[in-house]
Every structure is written in structure tokens, then in C-alpha cells.
């Protein structure tokens, strides 16, 4: 088993649809990191939390450290959101090692 | 803004070749990594340095070698490029270890033939 778990692998939506990824992961962590890349290969930070909640436009995240759980939402969705999301944990300090999950591929149509 | 740059996008080297993958950063940050993304894999560390000269192996270090002569540049080497070496290569960097987010180049896709 995976020590970062994401759902669903693909996701199809509608513009203007509300969206949801999962990520969950087995190990201790000082903070998850939502990462988004676009076809072509380049890769984004998105966000890093440790704690509760970020809001950046219509993309939130959050994280609940005791279920080990993190979820990314995009509001109104729109076809350049289409992207792969990335979900990566840090572990604790004292460690360079990011952890990735295998992401979830996104697809926003008109 | 930060700037991780690699010096190819695509490259096509044949089975044998010694491969050189070069990444630079204009943010004077300590640590620079080397991954490779397969389908279905997802990222995979392959060499980490903390500081010039300085080198850790990630978890799939076989049949790779790093240099990192000065701070901003950071090369991956592959001594002898197998098919299986066939991917897509991200290079990052970040300030210093802690939690600080990394910063990654727009990838080299390698195929080996």
C-alpha cells in the first residue's frame, strides 16, 4: 500500500462544477503540500498546510492531521483547471523526504 | 520569482550514451533535488544535495550520478542510459529543509532508444 493515497485517479467535470480530490497518507508528516501540473510537465505549488484550512481564489484545502486526510476543492470549476493535482506530505523536520501521491488527473469540459 | 531552469525540454539518446541533465536556480537555495515521474508511479526522488559538493542518495539512485560543483547548478548523470531510464525528469529546489516548498523546472523528457 501506498503511503500517500489519492482519489480518484481521473475525474471528468462539467465547467462550472464543484470539485473535490482526496488525499490521504499513512505516515507522520510535518506538512502536505497540493502541487498542480499541466500537460507539457511544469509543476506548481498550490499549497502547503500543517493545519486547518488555505484559500487562494476558488481553490481551498484542507487537512485533518488526526484521520490523516487532506482534500483540495476547486469552486466553479473551468476548462484551465485541467491539470494532473499532486498531493505530496513532508515528513518531519530533520528529513529532506517529500512523499508523492500519483495524482488525479483533471478534466474540465466547456 | 523563483526560477528553476533545465536545460532540455525533450531528448532522445540512444542505449549506451552518457546522459547529462542540467538544472539551474537563480535563488541561492541550499538543497536541489533530482526526480523522475513514471505513469502510475508518481514522483520518485533519485538524488538530493543540501549544499555544494554535498549529496544524499534518494530512493531509486541506481544507475544515476549528481555533481553539484556550484550552488545554483545541479546535474544528473546517467553513466550508461538504459531503455528503462526512458522519463520524465523534474528537477527542484528549495530554500532549506523544514517545510518550505520546493520549486520545480518545466521537466526534461528523456527517451532512451
Known amino acids: 500500500k501506498n503511503e500517500v493515497e489519492q482519489s480518484p485517479q481521473n475525474l471528468t467535470a462539467q465547467e462550472g462544477e464543484f470539485i473535490t480530490i482526496n488525499c490521504s497518507y499513512s505516515?507522520?508528516?510535518?506538512?502536505l503540500h497540493w502541487l498542480q501540473q499541466h500537460p507539457g510537465g511544469g509543476i506548481v505549488s498550490l499549497f502547503m498546510?500543517?493545519?486547518g484550512k488555505k484559500k487562494h481564489g476558488r481553490l481551498i484545502a484542507t487537512i485533518n492531521i488526526q484521520e490523516k486526510h487532506s482534500s483540495l476543492h476547486i469552486t466553479a470549476s473551468h476548462p484551465r483547471d485541467s491539470a494532473v493535482y499532486i498531493c505530496?506530505?513532508?515528513?518531519?523536520?530533520?528529513?529532506?523526504?517529500?512523499?508523492f501521491g500519483t495524482g488525479t488527473r483533471l478534466k474540465v469540459l466547456a | 520569482d523563483v526560477k528553476v531552469t533545465q536545460s532540455s525540454r525533450y531528448l532522445v539518446k540512444r542505449t549506451g550514451e552518457k546522459v547529462f541533465l542540467e538544472c539551474v536556480q537563480d535563488?541561492?537555495?541550499?538543497?536541489m533535488f533530482w526526480y523522475r515521474q513514471d505513469p502510475g508511479l508518481g514522483l520518485r526522488l533519485i538524488y538530493f544535495?543540501?549544499?555544494?559538493?554535498?549529496?544524499e542518495k534518494g530512493d531509486i539512485p541506481e544507475g544515476y550520478s549528481v555533481s553539484r560543483e556550484k550552488k545554483e547548478r545541479f546535474s544528473l548523470i546517467l553513466e550508461s542510459a538504459s531503455t528503462n531510464q526512458t522519463s520524465m525528469y523534474l528537477c527542484?529546489?528549495?530554500?532549506?529543509?523544514?517545510?518550505?516548498?520546493?520549486?520545480f523546472g518545466p521537466g526534461t523528457r528523456l527517451l532512451v532508444l
Open positions: 527542484a529546489s528549495r530554500p532549506y529543509e523544514g517545510g518550505e516548498t520546493q520549486y
Open positions: 505516515v507522520g508528516i510535518s506538512a
Open positions: 498546510l500543517s493545519s
Open positions: 505530496a506530505v513532508i515528513r518531519p523536520s530533520g528529513t529532506y523526504k517529500y512523499i
Open positions: 535563488m541561492d537555495h541550499e538543497n
Open positions: 544535495s543540501y549544499d555544494v559538493k554535498m549529496k
